[in-house]
């Protein structure tokens, strides 16, 4: 079968019972899983914060990513302190990603470094630009 989202109608009827349509909805992805790393940085990354310490990448930054044959499948993760984000259990397949975060330009994608094979993986790192404005 080929991947994609499927939407089939079962329909049950009994002597003692109306008839009745149940649907029933299924999606069909590569076997296997893996995962993703995202390291998300901006200008700040690599320079010294108030506390004279390492800004070691965005923090806060909101990441979702989609198969892209079966749109059902998506996640969305938060960077860590680092600015790191790790999708795990991933189906399979090729993924859209959309990177947003407060100040900053958001970014989306879709290439061969978002292929989820059955080990994880990783994204390149990922450059934010930072706006000012309202």
Known sequence: MTEG????MLRVSSSNHPV???NIFAAVTQDGVGGMLFKISDIYTATLDENEQL???LAGAR???QNETVLSVEESLVTDSVGEALF???PAGYYRF????SNHQDLTGSSPSSLVLPVPGSVP???LVTWSGQ
């Open 5 to 8: 989202n499927y939407e089939f």
């Open 20 to 22: 009745r349509d149940i």
């Open 55 to 57: 800004i070691q990448g």
């Open 63 to 65: 990441i979702k990513v």
């Open 88 to 90: 795990t259990d991933l």
């Open 98 to 101: 959309r990177i947003s975060a």
């Open 125 to 127: 790192g990922v450059h």
